[in-house]
C-alpha cells in the first residue's frame, strides 16, 4: 500500500472517533459513558477470504464494564457472535480482533458491530472499501511504532499454550499458573528508543496491548481478561519472556464463572493471540 493511503486510513479512524464523542470530550468521565466500536479495515487472506478488523473506545477511564453477546453485544448480517469482547477494558484499544469474511463477500455489503452502553447504542461498521486496507505499514503508523516503510518481510509472531491445552479448572480462592511459548522471526529488531518513549496523551494512552511493551525485546506477551464476570488479575500482565519462549503468569479470579482470557504476542507491529477457557468453581465449604 502507498504511504498516502495508510496516512488517509489513520487519518479517517482519528476523525471517526472524534465526532461519535460527546460534546463533552474535554472532561475526564470516570464512568457513566459509552463503548464506540472502531472498524479498523480490513486485511487479505491467502485462501481469498478478508479479515475485518475492530476495536473500541471505552470513553470511561474507570469503568471496564461486561456486556455478554446477546441485544447489547453483536453482529450482524450473520451469527451474533463474531468472538467479540465482552469485558471492555478502558479508553482506546486497537486491532482487539478480526472477523474473517468470505472471498465473495459484496465489497458494498457493511458487517456492522453494535454496543449498547449506558443507554446508547454505537456501531462500527465494516468493509471492503479499497481505501481501508490494512498492511504493516498501517499498523506501524496507527499503533505509533515508526512510518509505513521497511519491514516488508515481518511476519506474524507466533504464540500456544504449553501443552496445547485450551481449557482449565480452578476452585476458588485458588490461583491458577498458565504458561505460553512465544515465538518471532526477530523483525522489527528491537528499538530501545520506542521502549524509553513517554506514554501517548488522550485516548490511546491507555492501550492494553502497548508496543513499547514488545520494543526492548521484539517480542512481549499481553494477558487480557476478553469474558466472563468480575475482576480477573495478571501476575504479571506481561510475564518475561524466557529460554524457549516460554512465559509464566499467574491468574487470580474474583468470583465463580466461565472466563476466557486472551494471551497475545506481540511483535510492535503484528500481534497474534491464544485464547484459553476457565471454569472458575466456589471455594469448598
Known sequence: MMKSQSLIIATLTLVAIIFEGPLSAQERWQRGQNIQPVFEGWERNTDGSFNMVFGYLNRNYEEQPVIPVGPNNLFEPGPPDQNQPTHFYNRRQQFVFSVRVPADWDPEQDLTWSVTHNGRTDHAYGHLWPVWEIDGGVRRLNRGTGTAQGFTDNQRPSIRVEGNLEHFEVSLPNSLEIVVVAGDDGIPPPNPR??????????????IVDPRKAAATGLAVTWLHWRGPGTVTFSPQVPEIGEGGRAVTQVRFSEPGTYQLQAIADDTVYVTPTTVTVTVKSSQP
Open 194 to 207: 520506542l521502549a524509553s518513549r513517554n506514554p501517548r496523551r488522550g485516548p490511546k494512552s491507555q492501550a
